[in-house]
């Protein structure tokens, strides 16, 4: 392997944070990001690098290509969310200070992109892999949308291990709770509030909600615990003087590795007289095993390991894969977002002390 010299690390350093400035200032909002999708073109051009396109999704392969070796690859995205009102900084002003650039999208995730760059171009023109390098920017991934990485996926080379950057620390999420909404009606009798009326819809489904919110599965999960059943919205009722013939609801359900979405769905189901029905089953979660040579390199890397409760374009990716990247979670899609630049710089370092193990 080529070994990374200090000059190297300093370039690819500024190459990054230089390609996440220019990523801030154009706003890349899910479903409208195309003009980030040039920018990641044109960063590839001026490299050397040919890329494709899919949509609003930019991926490359190594120079050495050999369709009889499998491939790793390295996915994250380049959509965001849009800004809340409590930012004081503009969202799409790239500003560094005390070690610090603040901008939108630049915790989550532009620094696992730009950081993911540098790594293919390090290995980009390497002889010796014993894996493919594949490099895919997509699109939707905070809105789980049906154009970003499910979409391009059938067209990638056979991938047996996928790394999905989202901010982690570094640290390896080697599980992922899956997210299941589910939208539920109690039906009951409409009448004058004044008259008596044993059929409520608001507290039928009161005790409804109060009966699975208070539910434990059977199976709690070695990486993610139980899974989470959470009451996030309830509508019923237009005026004081009338009974509602209905109450409406949406739970946010985490699925752990031990349920399959659907076998979630049924239980609570099973559980509840309210009618139920899921939105979709398509995100479940997903895990990677402790002994897979990717987690061991990141151990002896002398990263840690942990399940994580957020949910990522992970959930839609039909392989092995393994979620980590510079930056902190609990800064996404939060006011004035920023990220250190040391973190850029250590994601590059340990992206390539891991990778050097694996390929």
Not at 22 to 36: G, Q, R, V
Not at 164 to 178: F, R, S, Y
Not at 208 to 233: C, H, M, W
Request: proline share 4%; charged share 25%.
């Amino acid at each position: 392997m080529k070994e990374l010299k200090s000059v190297d690390q300093e370039d690819l350093l500024n190459n990054a944070v230089g390609l996440l400035k220019k990523l801030i200032a154009i706003p890349s909002f899910s479903k409208d990001e195309y003009n980030t999708s040039v920018e990641i073109e044109n960063f590839f051009a001026v490299h050397q690098v040919p890329v494709k396109r899919f949509k609003n999704n930019i991926w490359a392969v190594n120079k050495h290509f050999d369709a009889v070796k499998p491939s790793i690859l390295l996915n994250t995205h380049h959509d965001t969310v849009k800004p809340n009102k409590a930012y004081t900084l503009d969202p799409f002003l790239p500003v560094e200070q005390d070690g610090k650039l603040y901008g939108l999208g630049s915790n989550d995730a532009g620094a696992s992109l730009v950081a993911m760059a540098q790594v293919f171009l390090h290995f980009y023109e390497q002889e010796d892999l014993k894996y493919n390098l594949v490099i895919a920017l997509t699109a939707e991934e905070e809105i789980s949308g049906f154009d970003g990485i499910e979409a391009l996926f059938p067209q990638l080379p056979n991938i047996e291990l996928a790394i999905v950057g989202e901010p982690t620390q570094m640290n390896l999420a080697i599980a992922e709770k899956g997210l299941l909404v589910i939208d539920g009606e109690m039906k009951g009798t409409a009448s004058h509030a004044a008259h008596p009326n044993d059929d409520n819809a608001i507290i039928k489904c009161m005790e409804d909600l109060q009966n699975i919110l208070a539910y434990r599965f059977p199976k709690v999960s070695d990486y993610l615990g139980e899974v989470k059943v959470t009451l996030s919205e309830i509508h019923a009722g237009v005026q004081h003087n009338v009974v509602p013939e209905a109450c409406t609801f949406t739970l946010d359900v985490r699925v752990t590795d031990e349920y399959s979405n659907k076998e979630a769905f049924e239980i609570i189901q099973s559980q509840m007289k309210s009618t139920l029905n899921a939105r979709s089953f398509r995100l479940n979660s997903s895990k990677i095993e402790m002994d897979h040579p990717f987690v061991k390199a990141g151990l002896e890397a002398g990263r840690t390991t942990y399940g994580s409760p957020t949910s990522s374009d992970q959930a839609i990716i039909p392989c092995t894969s393994v979620k980590i990247g510079p930056g902190d979670s609990r800064r996404s899609h939060t006011a004035d977002e920023f990220i250190y630049i040391e973190e850029i710089k250590e994601g590059i370092e340990i992206y390539i002390k891991i990778l050097e193990k694996v390929l």
